[in-house]
T-cell receptor, first 114, second 113 residues
Framework: KAGVTQTPRYLIKTRGQQVTLSCSPI?????VSWYQQTPGQGLQFLFE???????NKGNFPGRFSGRQFSNSRSEMNVSTLELGDSALYLC?????????????FGEGSRLTVL | QKEVEQDPGPLSVPEGAIVSLNCTYS??????FMWYRQYSRKGPELLMY????GNKEDGRFTAQVDKSSKYISLFIRDSQPSDSATYLC?????????????FGTGTKLQVIP
């Protein structure tokens, strides 16, 4: 069974640019969540999508957005990049119907903003 | 104050030592208590979880939850160099009106051969 796939793995952008990250969940998983991971703040929840609808949202500015397609693949977009957006962006999928909520993570997209 | 507090370490121990990793939390609605392990340059993976208070053992790993004191622990017996990773506690429950998991900042563990 293929795992969660994130692309691109590494990218470098400059301030003011925008970026789009992609996530393909495990087959059959309908929920996709996005997290930002930094050394000081740890894993911070961005948003969760379930069946193409945003179900939950973290406390991030509107520059961070996402969407989910009918095949459960998801993208997140960050506009007007700031230096502080440099981080590892992790995508996680789950079946979406379990209370235990085991998350299956991809290896992440490491974004550097110069 | 963060909902989940975790000592970031780093924690360095000799091979064979018993390791104790801990978290505290503030949200009484948390019901499932998970531990994720993250190797360098990898995404986190679920190590084990417990439901409500009590202990759960899985091989060399024991997870313990005390809901009365809002304290979460993970013990590793006979630690191995392959246990070197960052360990994240992740309680789950209703927070802000919906079901979600909240991660601690992670404790980086190094087991020295």
């Amino acid at each position: 069974k293929a795992g969660v796939t994130q692309t691109p793995r590494y990218l470098i952008k400059t301030r003011g640019q925008q970026v789009t990250l992609s996530c393909s969940p495990i087959s059959g998983h309908r929920s996709v969540s996005w997290y930002q991971q930094t050394p000081g703040q740890g894993l911070q929840f961005l948003f969760e999508y379930f069946s193409e609808t945003q179900r939950n949202k973290g406390n991030f500015p509107g520059r961070f957005s996402g969407r989910q397609f009918s095949n459960s693949r998801s993208e997140m977009n960050v506009s007007t990049l700031e230096l502080g957006d440099s981080a590892l962006y992790l995508c996680a999928s789950e079946r979406g119907v379990s209370n235990t909520g085991e998350l299956f993570f991809g290896e992440g997209s490491r974004l550097t903003v110069l | 104050q963060k909902e989940v507090e975790q000592d970031p370490g780093p924690l360095s121990v000799p091979e064979g030592a018993i390791v104790s990793l801990n978290c505290t939390y503030s949200n009484s609605a948390f019901q499932y208590f998970m531990w994720y392990r993250q190797y360098s340059r990898k995404g986190p993976e679920l190590l084990m979880y417990t439901y409500s208070s009590g202990n759960k053992e899985d091989g060399r790993f024991t997870a313990q939850v005390d809901k009365s004191s809002k304290y979460i622990s993970l013990f590793i017996r006979d630690s191995q160099p392959s246990d070197s990773a960052t360990y994240l506690c992740a309680p789950r429950g209703y927070s802000g009106g919906y079901q979600k998991v909240t991660f601690g900042t992670g404790t980086k563990l190094q087991v020295i051969p």
